[in-house]
């Protein structure tokens, strides 16, 4: 009973504390593509939009 508390505590702690893994795959795609700190943060405020947008207009040279 206690460790199930524990681990809901803990799971919400980390869910409201951090960004979400759409950010983070749009921020990595923005920067390897534009090198620009500012479209990064939009781009990571956008999260899934920008990533399903950079998959359907990548480059040959950007599919590793």
């Not at 990533?51 to 040959?60: D, G, H, K, N, Q």
Request: aromatic share 10%; charged share 15%; hydrophobic share 50%.
């Amino acid at each position: 009973m206690i460790l199930a508390q524990t681990t809901t505590r803990v799971t919400h702690v980390v869910t409201q504390s951090g960004i979400g893994l759409g950010s983070a795959i749009a921020v990595v795609c923005s920067w390897e593509r534009n090198k620009s700190i500012v479209f990064a943060i939009l781009h990571g405020l956008f999260s899934w939009i920008y990533v399903i947008y950079f998959a359907l207009t990548r480059e040959p040279d950007e599919m590793r």
